[in-house]
């Protein structure tokens, strides 16, 4: 069965600071990975995704992420924090296994510090 | 373009009643999946359609209903409603089945407290 690990369910980073938010899975199977940004009382918009070919995803609002199979990991990076980061980030894994449902993480809660 | 709509925004009701969430996919989007979202938590998969068809369920007990109607709306219902039941519901769409496909829009959610 699928799953996914967040590492670290609140982090803190300063304005301009390295972003970085730990995903690792569990598939059987090659898997298609996510990260979505949820702010406050709002739905989940898609940062990027990993479905096959390159490793390193580029994503929006300068996101990326890499897949590493040999680590099973899928970790979220942007190079400098802003203000408007802040928001719940969360991980999730599918595959095309006939029932196209999501596994989301417990989700990270992001706060940046002025 | 319209993004995925959900209605209503908000909703207060009692345990035991029974309750209908609606959600109208992305133009063009025949898949629609329904989530629920406890307080703190990551969101947990209830009921996936395509072409008005359950084709995927969660772990969600019988209380739990949905329908896709012909125009790909949808509605979840959750019958004797429980205090645990208070989450936020997210719907979600995509264009149909298969990989090149996977990718799902989400809706803003309903919230729904049960006191």
């Known amino acids: 069965a699928q799953s996914v690990t967040q590492l670290g369910s609140h982090v803190s980073v300063s304005e301009g600071a390295l972003v970085l938010l730990r995903c690792n899975y569990s598939s059987s199977v090659p898997p298609y990975l996510f990260w979505y940004v949820q702010y406050p009382n709002q739905g989940l918009q898609l940062l990027l995704k990993?479905?096959?070919?390159?490793?390193l995803v580029k994503g929006i609002n300068g996101f990326e992420a890499e897949f590493k199979k040999s680590e099973t990991s899928f970790h979220l990076t942007k190079p400098s924090a802003h203000m408007s980061d802040a928001a719940e980030y969360f991980c999730a894994v599918s595959r095309d296994s006939g029932t196209y449902k999501y596994i989301f993480g417990t989700g990270t809660r992001l706060k940046v510090l002025a | 373009d319209a993004g995925v709509t959900q209605s209503p925004t908000h909703l207060i009701k009692t345990r035991g009643q029974q309750v209908t969430l609606r959600c109208s996919p992305i133009?063009?989007?025949?898949?629609v999946s329904w989530y629920q979202q406890v307080l703190g938590q990551g969101p947990q998969f209830i009921f996936q359609?395509?072409?008005?068809?359950?084709?995927g369920r969660g772990n969600f007990p019988d209380r739990f209903s949905a329908r896709q109607f012909p125009n790909y709306s949808s509605e979840l219902n959750v019958n004797a409603l429980l205090l645990g039941d208070s989450a936020l519901y997210l719907c979600?769409?995509?264009?149909?089945?298969?990989?090149?496909?996977?990718?799902?829009?989400f809706g803003p959610g309903t919230r729904l407290t049960v006191l």
């Open positions: 990993y479905t096959t070919g390159a490793t």
């Open positions: 133009s063009g989007h025949k898949s």
């Open positions: 359609y395509y072409e008005k068809e359950e084709r």
């Open positions: 979600a769409s995509s264009p149909g089945q298969g990989a090149i496909y996977n990718e799902q829009f």
